[in-house]
């Protein structure tokens, strides 16, 4: 039976529409899986530059207060006698409350010898500080590095008399400080006047002075940092970003590696997180590890693709 030449004209019409049809559907998933690619590399565009810009904010404002500590240490090797109220005086011009909210104070260390003691806490009562005692009892080596001075007092009186080499994470940095003539950055430590847990940090700052033998070291002017409080007021108001920030440690990573802190704006630190970046910084000589994690928009956009690919099949 010979077959109606109409109704092969239409089957062939027929095979014809959906071979359009299925062109048309190809090239619709073929442009949104493009759109969806394009859109996937803007987001990890845009978060790589947000997770670069998070480290360097971070190690800006640390950087700043650690301007403020090479400022107490050049007071105290140009004016040796500065007493209390003076010391005060200086510390509420530079605005630290203010300024540098991330900070928890900013101290005074200076140089004695260990036979020297009595008169140095004579020299120190003609100064406004009557009754400090050095801690702890016995000297770690022929010298005390004592915190004279250490505000606000309010926050930091434990630490006041405290002979910073009786602490390793801060004798070592302090002992690299005074090396390098430059600040230095402790470990991650626990600071003796902390209530809460809260890991601390302080940049030491060395002076000298010429009246203290031949330019020999006198003292730091030190800031010092809570781990938990620098993260909250560096991120409090940037992209909804996770940031955990750790020193990695010295040589092979042992020396003085730990978690300094890890700032969540989510209301609930559970739940899967975003991209993830890890940079290294070196701050104030220490290396530290910045991994952040983007929360919210930092996914791929789905809208953009999924539009494109809709109108391309109802069309």
């Not at 109220?85 to 104070?105: I, K, M, N, W």
């Not at 809260?198 to 033998?213: E, I, K, M, N």
Request: charged fraction near 20%; glycine fraction near 10%; charge should be negative.
């Amino acid at each position: 039976m010979t077959p109606d030449p109409r109704e092969r004209v239409a089957r062939q019409g027929r095979l014809v529409l959906l071979a359009v049809a299925t062109v048309g559907v190809l090239s619709s998933l073929a442009l949104a899986g493009l759109l969806l690619r394009q859109a996937d590399e803007r987001a990890v565009l845009r978060f790589a530059e947000a997770a670069e810009a998070a480290a360097d904010l971070l190690v800006d404002e640390v950087d700043a207060g650690v301007s403020l500590a090479e400022s107490v240490a050049a007071l105290a090797a140009a004016e040796p006698d500065i007493d209390l109220s003076a010391y005060r005086a200086f510390v509420d011009q530079l605005g630290l409350a203010e300024r540098f909210p991330s900070a928890t104070g900013l101290a005074l260390t200076e140089v004695a010898d260990v036979d020297d003691v009595d008169g140095f806490l004579d020299r120190l009562a003609a100064r406004g500080r009557p009754d400090l005692v050095v801690v702890p009892d016995e000297p770690i080596g022929d010298e005390r590095w004592v915190i004279v001075f250490n505000e606000p007092e309010s926050v930091n009186a434990a630490a006041i008399g405290l002979d910073i080499r009786s602490r390793l994470p801060a004798l070592e940095a302090a002992t690299e400080a005074a090396r390098a003539g430059e600040p230095r950055m402790t470990s991650p430590l626990t600071l003796v006047q902390e209530q809460g847990d809260q890991a601390g940090l302080v940049a030491y700052a060395p002076f000298r002075r010429s009246d203290a033998g031949g330019g020999r070291l006198a003292g730091f002017g030190s800031i010092i940092f809570r781990g938990g409080q620098l993260l909250e007021e560096v991120f409090g108001a940037v992209d909804p970003l996770r940031v955990t920030v750790a020193d990695a440690g010295g040589e092979g990573g042992l020396d003085g590696a730990g978690t300094i802190a890890v700032y969540d704006p989510r209301p609930s630190t559970t739940g899967p997180l975003g991209r993830q970046a890890v940079l290294t910084r070196q701050v104030v000589g220490r290396p530290w590890t910045i991994t952040v994690h983007g929360l919210g928009r930092f996914g791929t956009p789905l809208l953009a693709p999924g539009l494109a690919l809709l109108v391309s099949l109802l069309l």
